[in-house]
């Protein structure tokens, strides 16, 4: 069965620092991997995916994730943290049959910026 | 191009009561699915609807139904509501045709209370 797992239930980094969340993934087939964002209360935003073109995936607001699938990981990153990415992370993972899909999300990573 | 539009925003009911949520997905895109975000956790799957049938359903009692009409709309219902069913209700919805890679968008839910 296919899943993900986020490592650390909250990240706190200061501004101007690296960002790393980390994200590991199940699966028996080739994955299509996903990272949402989600701000206080709102829906999901699309940051990046992954859909094997390529193994450096870069997203939206400076965000970039790297699969490796020696590692089964989707870590995300982003080179110096601003205010405005304090939010809730969600790794996902995409999962289908003949007549559906679903997405599968992780537990989520909740992102605290310090001055 | 409007997204995916849910309503109402908020909702409060009883615990015993019945709530109808409403989902419009984007322009294009035909398959809508429903998830429960509980407060501290991540999306989990309730169920997908394509061309009107409910096509894959995840762990979810059958108090929760739903419905999806000609122009790709849909309704989530929850029957007999307890106060476990308090949680944010996410509409996503995806085009058919290449949907395991491409990515699901999200509404910005509704927050339904149980009390």
């Known amino acids: 069965a296919q899943s993900v797992t986020q490592l650390g239930s909250h990240v706190s980094v200061s501004e101007g620092a690296l960002v790393l969340l980390r994200c590991n993934y199940s699966?028996?087939?080739?994955?299509?991997l996903f990272w949402y964002v989600q701000y206080p209360n709102q829906g999901l935003q699309l940051l990046l995916k992954?859909?094997?073109?390529?193994?450096l995936v870069k997203g939206i607001n400076g965000f970039e994730a790297e699969f490796k699938k020696s590692e089964t990981s989707f870590h995300l990153t982003k080179p110096s943290a601003h205010m405005s990415d304090a939010a809730e992370y969600f790794c996902?993972?995409?999962?289908?049959?003949?007549?559906?899909?679903?997405?599968?999300f992780g537990s989520g990573t909740r992102l605290s910026i310090r001055p | 191009d409007a997204g995916v539009t849910q309503s109402p925003t908020h909702l409060i009911k009883t615990r015993g009561q019945q709530v109808t949520l409403r989902c419009s997905p984007k322009?294009?895109?035909?398959?809508v699915s429903w998830y429960q975000q509980a407060l501290g956790q991540g999306p989990q799957f309730i169920f997908q609807?394509?061309?009107?049938?409910?096509?894959q359903r995840g762990n979810f009692p059958d108090r929760f139904s739903g419905h999806q009409f000609p122009n790709y709309s849909s309704e989530l219902n929850v029957n007999a509501l307890l106060l476990g069913d308090s949680a944010l209700y996410l509409c996503?919805?995806?085009?058919?045709?290449?949907?395991?890679?491409?990515?699901?968008?999200f509404g910005q839910g509704t927050r339904l209370t149980v009390v």
């Open positions: 996503a919805s995806r085009p058919r045709q290449g949907i395991m890679n491409t990515e699901a968008f």
């Open positions: 699966s028996s087939v080739p994955p299509y």
């Open positions: 992954y859909t094997s073109a390529a193994t």
């Open positions: 996902a993972v995409s999962v289908s049959w003949s007549s559906a899909s679903k997405i599968i």
């Open positions: 322009s294009g895109h035909d398959t």
């Open positions: 609807y394509y061309e009107e049938e409910e096509r």
